[in-house]
Nanobody
């Protein structure tokens, strides 16, 4: 299963970006999907996840992004989105979408997208 992420770029602090991630197979999008990020010199960390419609599309967020980021999904085209508002320089990272997330961890049988760079200037 391939996950194709897009939407990264350069934005000033306080600005917004929307990331997209398309799954190549419908059955995969039935799983909990989400986003992780890795800043320079730091470990990859959980950002947000969303359950499938079967589980009511429940969402969860890292404390650092609550109230600023919103994850959503479009089941019609097997795509998830991450709307990022009020961006801060500390949000600068490579953002990865992932599928088959349990808690804040991607299952061994899960998949990762290729990553998209978000740079927030002060």
């Amino acid at each position: 299963v391939q996950l194709q992420a897009s939407g990264g770029g350069l934005v000033q602090a306080g600005g917004s970006l929307r990331l997209s991630c398309a799954a190549s197979r419908r059955t995969f999008s039935a799983y909990r999907m989400g986003w992780f990020r890795q800043a320079p010199g730091k470990e990859r960390e959980f950002v947000a996840a969303i359950s499938s419609s079967s589980y009511g599309g429940a969402t969860s967020y890292a404390d650092s992004v609550k109230g600023r980021f919103t994850i959503s999904r479009n089941n019609a085209d097997d795509t998830i989105y991450l709307q990022m508002n009020n961006l801060k320089p500390e949000d600068t990272a490579v953002y990865y979408c992932a599928g088959k997330i349990f808690g804040t961890v991607v299952a061994p049988s899960g998949s990762w997208g290729q990553g998209t760079l978000v740079t927030v200037s002060s």
